[in-house]
Structure formats: structure tokens, C-alpha cells
């Protein structure tokens, strides 16, 4: 599922980016190749087409972003590190199976130590 919104949100900045890209800022852009009087959409349409579009996938881009912070959160790739996970939980329990042996201990006497010279 992550992946599958990773994909979908780089689509949707590419598109994004062609679209502000055929824009020109001072209004000629693509709508100045449409200035024939035999137009298809004709030069208002075109701009706003093309403004609608920048919205829609702006807004796109945004929501995406918020569903891959929630799907990356709630851990939608968990299935992936379920064996690493295992792991990870196994070494980091003591085994009981093997229990650490003590050195045996003298009991402390109160020999005085030699003096030095």
C-alpha cells in the first residue's frame, strides 16, 4: 500500500510540474497558440483548464502526502519486517535454558597483608 502511494504521488508531482511548466506567468503560455478564430477551447478555457488542473493536483500532491504519513505510522509495511521483528524480539529475551555459573567464593579472612620494605 505504501509503495503503491509512493508511485501515485510522484505521477501526480510530474504532471504537476508539466502543467506549471506550459503556464506563462504573463498569461501566454498555451492559451497563446489558441489565438486562431477557428479555437477548439479558445484562450479563457484554456487558462482556466490549466489553473483547475494546478489545483486539483496540488491539492493532490498534499492529501497523498498526509495518507502516506498515516499508512508509513500505522506501520503498512509490517508484513515485510515480520521476520526481522521475530528476531529482533528473540535476541533481546535471556534465555533460561542456560544459566550463568558462579565462580565459587572463599570466605574472606583477616590475613594482614605483608608489609612492604
Known sequence: MLYLLLVV??????LLGLIVLI???KGGGLSS???SSSQLMGVQKTGDFLEKGTW???IG???LA???????????ASSDNSGMREQVEKASKPSTAAPVQQLPTT???NQAAPKKP
Not at 504521488?9 to 510530474?14: E, N, Q
Not at 498526509?66 to 503498512?76: F, Q, R
Open 107 to 109: 570466605p574472606a579472612t
Open 9 to 14: 504521488t510522484i505521477i501526480v508531482c510530474a
Open 23 to 25: 503556464q506563462n506567468p
Open 33 to 35: 497558440n489558441f489565438s
Open 56 to 58: 486539483f493536483l496540488a
Open 66 to 76: 498526509l495518507a502516506i504519513n498515516v499508512v508509513a505510522k500505522s506501520g503498512g
Open 61 to 63: 500532491v498534499m492529501v
